[in-house]
């Protein structure tokens, strides 16, 4: 089993940022890739960025340029800057863990831009 803690989340003024960081325990393997994905009300859950444990990235379009995924395999926690943020970047922001067994998810983090 395996257990996703975030946090980090709250309100923000456009143009504003946050860092949110998601902390995982349990049966932890640094080898697993670790992303951050997003849910906005009436929306599908979405990718917003995945780290391996090379350190290898990949970005949806529309945050490319303004967040940056971390990750600290010592702690087995990963980061997700988020800069330039937006009011359509609202939404809950949930940490995933890849095994081959399958995916965890954490419980979510609220973010929230205002205009």
């Known amino acids: 089993q395996v257990q996703l803690v975030e946090s980090g989340g709250g309100l923000v003024q456009a143009g504003g940022s946050l860092r949110l960081s998601c902390a995982a325990s349990?049966?932890?393997?640094?080898?697993?890739?670790m992303g951050w994905y997003r849910q906005a009300p009436g929306k599908q859950r979405e990718l917003v960025a995945r780290?391996?444990?090379?350190?290898?990235?990949n970005y949806a379009d529309y945050v490319k340029g303004r967040c940056t995924i971390s990750r600290d395999n010592a702690k087995n926690t990963v980061y997700l800057q988020m800069n330039s943020l937006k009011p359509e970047d609202t939404a809950v922001y949930y940490c995933?863990?890849?095994?081959?067994?399958?995916?965890?998810w954490g419980q979510g983090t609220q973010v929230t831009v205002s205009s």
């Open positions: 349990g049966s932890i393997f640094s080898i697993n890739a």
């Open positions: 995933s863990y890849s095994s081959p067994g399958g995916d965890y």
């Open positions: 780290i391996t444990s090379y350190g290898t990235t």
